[in-house]
């Protein structure tokens, strides 16, 4: 009796240590991302902390790559079965380091491009462009061969050092000198740490075939087309809210999505955690409902939060001086992260069953929500506060309605 009751609860403690684990790496990484955009927004002059801020935006367009290469990665050896794990996360490793080497010299192309889109008169920080991203490119087909074999330690010590790294070389160098060129001199050498810690963990991969190499490359094309769609539609509210409203309740806007960015990495390690195991079942709809609930019980946590002490949120976000009418709606944002949290969870599942339709979905879900913020907000129908609440509301609706078809095609997948 006592064994059949204590055996099923290893899995479960094991995996709960697990997400423990990986809950705090990837707690931790984000806090750091946090400080080190703090430390600059001390160190720099307003001018130079704008050019960061947009380099950094051109870090985050960027990464669609590492997360595409990432999900592909993940996916295949998940589901690999047999001999050749090995030769398959060599595979990977060099899928990754084509990819890095492209988007380097791709950058280092582009340099005068950014130079004069992004108003940046130092060449050095926009080289350094460049080696960053290559290093974030890398880490991610080396998340991908670790979250493929569930090791999840290891792959908390990668996204651990990534934070750590921003932070200590990053913030570091802003402390000792602060210009622009530091700051990036400190990202491209904070980007380098995790790439060289995964590449010890995975050290005798080997054996690989260039048509597996290919085959990683081609499926990571298709992860990033679907993942690029879902940032394109997590971040367009800002510039509808931007070009519809005025500057004061557009400024309103832009606090209250610190709330819903935060919920929506809030639930990013479930993510990490069952992305291998719904690859591997694909028809598994009851996982997939599970983990859906999982991140969507975070939410409600993170709702009825703000909820209780929205006098606190809005001090946090920008201070209750300059933001204080936010405050009876911070709810609303936490539920928009939330839901976006959770289509974020239904995208990754697609990934992982190859639904090649799901990009096109999240396109035309950006184009309905498009029309109709310029319809509501164009025509002035909702102004002011009622405007930001309105348009908060139609980007939740628009992240639970995607989820909902997203997730019925692939029940309607599985069950053919």
């Not at 909820?307 to 001090?315: A, D, F, H, S």
């Amino acid at each position: 009796m006592t064994s059949g009751t204590t055996q099923p609860q290893a899995p479960r403690s094991a995996f709960l240590r697990s997400a423990t684990v990986v809950a705090v790496a990837m707690a931790i990484m984000n806090v750091a991302a946090y400080g080190f955009t703090l430390i600059a927004s001390r160190r720099l002059i307003p001018e130079q902390f704008g050019a960061i801020t947009a380099l950094l935006g051109l870090l985050l367009i960027g990464n669609v790559a590492s997360l595409g290469l990432q999900a592909a990665g993940a996916r295949q050896l998940a589901t690999h079965t047999g001999k050749g794990a090995a030769a398959l996360a060599d595979a990977m490793l060099r899928a990754g380091r084509r990819a890095a080497l492209g988007l380097t010299a791709l950058c280092l192309v582009l340099t005068p491009l950014f130079m004069w889109l992004l108003h940046i008169d130092s060449i050095v920080a926009i080289l350094l462009l460049a080696p960053t991203l290559g290093g974030l490119t890398l880490m991610g087909s080396q998340l991908g061969v670790l979250q493929g074999s569930q090791r999840w330690t290891e792959l908390a010590a990668v996204y651990f050092s990534t934070g750590v790294g921003r932070l200590v070389l990053g913030g570091g160098a802003l402390l000792i000198h602060p210009s622009l060129d530091w700051a990036m001199a400190g990202l491209a050498l904070g980007a380098a740490v995790p790439a060289v810690l995964g590449q010890f963990f995975l050290r005798g991969s080997s054996g690989s075939t260039t048509q597996q190499v290919k085959d990683v490359l081609r499926e990571s094309v298709h992860g990033t087309h679907t993942l690029l769609a879902f940032f394109a539609l997590a971040n367009a509210d800002v510039l509808f809210a931007r070009a519809l409203l005025d500057e004061k309740d557009s400024g309103y806007y832009a606090a209250g999505l610190i709330i819903a960015k935060a919920c929506l990495f809030l639930p990013q390690f479930v993510i990490v955690l069952v992305f291998p195991s719904l690859a591997n079942s694909p028809g598994d709809t009851l996982r997939l409902r599970r983990s859906i609930m999982a991140v969507a019980g975070l939410g409600v946590c993170a709702v009825v939060g703000t909820l209780i002490l929205p006098g606190i949120v809005v001090e946090v976000i920008g201070g209750k001086e300059k933001y204080a009418p936010l405050g009876p709606y911070t709810w609303l944002f936490a539920v928009a992260g939330s839901a976006y949290a959770v289509l974020q969870l239904v995208v990754y599942a697609a990934i992982a069953q190859q639904e090649k339709r799901a990009a096109l979905v999240i396109w035309i879900g950006l184009v309905v929500l498009a029309v109709a913020a310029g319809i509501v907000l164009g025509t002035d129908i909702a102004t002011g506060l009622n405007g930001v609440k309105v348009l908060v509301a139609m980007t939740s609706t628009c992240a639970l309605l995607l989820s909902a078809v997203l997730a019925t095609g692939l029940h309607r997948q599985a069950a053919e």
